[in-house]
């Protein structure tokens, strides 16, 4: 009986090691106050981004996906084996290019960088487990991280991990899903990508494949614990939206169940100041959870206001940026077909931009969250501010 629990003790040891093998050791020494983050960006185009970065000081950089466009121009080639060599081997180039701009090494510096890709920094446009090149992509990202050649992150499929900061009472938690390396295929929606039907554009729609994944096994036993560890601010970066569900682009939407569940994870787990982070869209947005706009919403409710804040494009957006319209002699016109999005607060952002979310932890009535867009510029264009205690689980 002696032997037998012992051995038990060793499976249970292996078993917990195995499970936090993608958390970072906590670091409460650091008081987080101001989070940076981003996504959709070409290191082979200019930006002032980095600039307006720098100079709100954040404690963090995050990058939300689509660090670099491996795939653009579209590779060559004639079997799936070929195209990924072109960009695998272009990524480490486009990384070094990355970390090689001045004003992004200068935030380098004085910031920690964190992040997760997306399709075109993980190898192929919307590819999912099928991208044949994932394992050399993910030592390519890490490469770019810098992480260590002990760490967990290189022994292990994917790229997940989670990040705490500061003491008991102000601890600011990173979740960083890998929403790529084992993702299921995507079902193709027939009709075209460019129709814009009843403002629903894209070239997806929603699988009825109850197997089908976005996390896949592992992340997911490995989610549920990271959102029962103790923290006070929970940022969750996606790098494809969560609550946005009304277009045909990638989103957790096209896997329905999927979606379902991670809301409910967060209801169930009663993981506490859980604000969402996307990228992807080459548009910025603001996104509140209503339940009542959900089948079943109460069951997706965490009893508190969820938000989501997609930011997207640093250099990628479609209407290029805003200073340039502003001095060109002959302006670009900024049209696009309206595109639902029954959660979203206020209007769509199609210049490129960043995110920063602070954090007043000294605040006169308790601390606060400001979730904001800032133009690349610097100039900021869109607010919210979200008392902490807001961010609490009520139930009725």
Known sequence: MKYSLCLLGLLFSFDLRTLFAFDATPEPQILVQRIAFGSCNQPNQSTPVWDAVRDLNPNLWLWLGDTVYADDPRPEGATPEARARVVLDRLPVLYARQ????????????????????DHDYGINDAGAEFVGREEAQRHFLDFYGEPITSPRRQRPGIYASYRYGPPGRIVQIILLDTRYFRSPLKADPRPRTEWINGQPGAYAPTEDATATVLGADQWRWLEATLRQPA??????????????????????NFPAERRRLLQLIRTTQAQGVVLLSGDRHTGELSRLDPN?????????????????????????????????LDSATPRAVRYGFEHNRHRIGTPLVYNHFGLI????????GPQLTLALHLDSGEEVLRQAIPLKDLRPVRP
Do not use: M
């Open 99 to 118: 970390n090689n701009l001045p004003a992004y090494n200068a935030l380098r510096a004085r910031t920690q960088i964190l992040g997760t890709w997306d």
């Open 232 to 253: 006070d601010v929970r940022l969750l970066i996606s790098s494809i939206q969560v609550l946005p569900d009304d277009h045909r682009f990638e989103k957790w939407g």
């Open 293 to 325: 706009r959900e089948i079943n919403g109460a069951e997706l409710d965490p009893g508190y206001p969820l938000f989501e804040i997609t930011s997207s494009s640093i250099n990628r957006s479609q209407h290029t940026t805003f200073t340039r319209q």
């Open 358 to 365: 602070s954090i007043d932890w000294e605040n006169a009535n």
